[in-house]
């Protein structure tokens, strides 16, 4: 099975401003952070549901989320000591 290709062009989209939100990666500028975005899929809500919720969000919006959210653990490392 070929390695699944996940558009990372979410920079446009996730924005990082030390101002807002503590410096949380927020969605497009605005107050809604990429945490809060994965935190209502963990409690089991759908994508519908999200944009339901967050009706000034778009599709692209939580893809983005989620693209930046797979980069940001690519990224983790353990170092033991």
Same mark, same amino acid.
């Given at each position: 099975m070929g390695k699944t290709t996940i558009?990372?062009?979410?920079?446009?989209?996730?924005?990082?401003e030390p101002d807002k939100r503590s410096g949380k990666a927020c969605i497009?500028?605005? &107050?809604i952070t990429?945490?809060?975005?994965?935190?209502?899929?963990a409690a089991g809500m759908t994508e519908q549901d999200v944009l339901n919720d967050y009706d000034y969000l778009t599709q692209?919006?939580?893809?983005a989320c989620f693209a930046h959210a797979?980069? &940001?653990e690519r990224h983790t490392r353990v170092i033991s000591g």
């Amino acid at each position: 099975m070929g390695k699944t290709t996940i558009n990372t062009n979410y920079h446009s989209i996730i924005i990082i401003e030390p101002d807002k939100r503590s410096g949380k990666a927020c969605i497009r500028g605005l &107050r809604i952070t990429v945490d809060d975005i994965l935190d209502c899929f963990a409690a089991g809500m759908t994508e519908q549901d999200v944009l339901n919720d967050y009706d000034y969000l778009t599709q692209d919006d939580i893809r983005a989320c989620f693209a930046h959210a797979a980069d &940001r653990e690519r990224h983790t490392r353990v170092i033991s000591g």
